[in-house]
């Protein structure tokens, strides 16, 4: 039977590098035909229980399967674009159960997203552990050598799940490590301090930080009086807020960001005894950032930007990868650590005084392949714990302990969204719930509950040594009172610890920051507030936001606190890999190609991504001398590269401008003679620090090479006040 819509014509996207005779272009079919077998990522996952058990389907029998459209029962449909009409111009008859099932299935697509933390993505990949942990925690995870499947979520917390990435906020980075123990969830930030020390204080702050209740603006933002009310009113979100000023609002990919547990957490060993920890993610990448300006740029030309920065990484082969590590500490009754109180989420403890010792390496190596099934759905949880790794009292995590099932309920739909595939353990699962909404399991047998004897006893209680969540015996006593402890008064040493061991330029972006996001407050009395608080951090940081904002200096300067500085907490000044790093190549119609295209291919070896931006689309040259254009000046802003070679000089403002926004955007810039013009045109001299010409493009792009381990120039910064 003919088909009544028009044949289109489409062109498949070729790939950077890729000769442009690959693009095959595709015809809607016209002429029935036997229909194609399901596409790779059409194919469902196999269908198991609960328990993980395989369950024998014939294969056309599930769902997204075989070559007919079917409606949701697996009849075969003849069409699914015309509604069951009294004729072809009469009204829609309520009969036609295809057009009620798919518009019903559609009106229900979506579930409520995240109360926080809702924009996100994730990736699947492997924890292989060193060994390094064998002797202070007896999970099998921490074994040597031992490899276990991970799915890691990273996220925004204040944006909805349409916002954009960039924006200044702390980053969520959640793994769930299917152990053959059960599942244990590391659910962690790239901040190590939090903005409350109660947990039953997070309702106001995400109150505070969220959009305003009756406009609902600003989206995904803290620049506003709310956020900025709360935090001054409440010193103790000191800490987090100067963090989340600093570059460390603004990470450059979520591979280049670091991990932080937190909250401290207790292990014990395969003798019981016990040592307290933080867990830590240090990304092999190194830890860098976007200049705030980046980040403006890309939430408009690029909001996804590090969703399909992790995207693209992973299916070119670039896995990112963390090293796990710990800070030990002796599990003393104080619970403190050189006088850094450790059930305190506001505190971190610098690693100069107790060394992160690595224990694993989580390599992240393949996308998920439906974002709602399971970037969507996947659901972590504090409590996840396994045998050896137990909580402390920190009053903020026991108020996280109670949120996230409890959340999880009425985001999933019911109970049982631990059968959901993304959740499932790996290991069997034989528990006694029963029933409730989306229930999968199928359970046989007649007695869920213990003890029985009508299901043999069925099923065993583990002995000691084998069971999780058992909780270390703790002495507890005291008065029920609704207090903290006196430590908890502290509100600025790990402010003032986070600032003093930034570098000037590191320390002018924070100071930058907060003038924008005070300066974005109506109530002069929240910046005055906001500025009062800097004193307690440092004199000449308050003092500058003060003249930015027009106000005077209030309050009383802080006394004379010595600081301890730890450079660990800078990202200015070391020297770390480039994988994954993008050069954007400026070439036009004029370009050395042989030169061009060698090059494009030593770029690709050294595991960057070589991006040639032209005038126009399509490829430069002809015949076997063509090279890809994977940007044209349309479409390339500074923000997407890490470094630019200028190759070419096409007298086009659009190129004025994308130099020099690398330029102001501290990257390193080579140009060849060809490029030499558009490299003046921007107003750019070789005495400025990072630019480079040389007389080939193989020579400029070596150049280039050997800035980029310090991921910026950072020299050049002295030219702009960011
Ligand atoms: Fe969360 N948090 N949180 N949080 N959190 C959620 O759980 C909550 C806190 C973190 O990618 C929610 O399933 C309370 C600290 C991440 O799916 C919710 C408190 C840290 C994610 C919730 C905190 C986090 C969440 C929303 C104070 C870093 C995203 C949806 C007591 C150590 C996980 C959900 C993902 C998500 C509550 C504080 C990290 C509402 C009550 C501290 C990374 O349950």
Redesign the pocket.
Known sequence: MPRTSRPKSKTQPIAPGVPSSAAVPVEEPTQRREPLPPKRDQAAPRPSTATGTPVDVPIDAMAQQGAFLTTAQGARLTDTDHSLKAGPRGPVLLQDHHLREKITHFDHERIPE?????R?A?AHGVFAANGAAERICCASLFEKGKETPVFV???T?LGSRGSADTVRD?????TKFYTDEGVFDL???NIPV?F?Q??????DIIHAAKPHPDREIPQAQSAHDTFWDFVTLHTEATAHTLWNMSDRGLPRSYRMMEG????TFRLVNARGKTVLVKFHWKPRLGVHSLLWEEAQIAAGVDPDMHRRDLADAIESGAFPQWDLGVQVFPDTEEQTFEGIDLLD?TKLVPEELAPVQVIGTMTLNANPTNYFEQTEQ?????GHLVRGIDHTDDP?????L???L???IS?LGGPNFAQLPINRPHVGVNDMFRDGMHQTAGHAGVAPYRPNSLDGGCPFLAGNKDAALIEYPEAVAGRKVREAPKSFDDHFSSARIFYASLTPVEQAHVAKAYTFELGKCYEKAIKQRAVTVLRQIDEQLAQTVATGLGLPLPGKPSKNVQVLASPALSQVGNRWPCDGRIIGIVADDKTDLADLAATVATVAEQSMTPLVIAPHGGELGNGAQQVVVSRTLDTARSIEFDALLVAATVGDLRLTTLVQEAHRHLKGIAYTPDGADAVRAAGITDNSAGVEGADTIATAFDGIAALLPEHRVWARAAEYAH
């Open positions: 995240r109360v926080v933390h809702a996100g994730a979520r990273f996220s917390v702390t980053r969520g980075f959640a659910v962690g930030n939090f409350i109660d947990g039953i204080k997070f309702p932080f547990g937190v909250h989420p996947v659901a972590f949880h504090p903020l995590l026991q108020g996280r109670f949120s996230y409890d959340t999880q985001r």
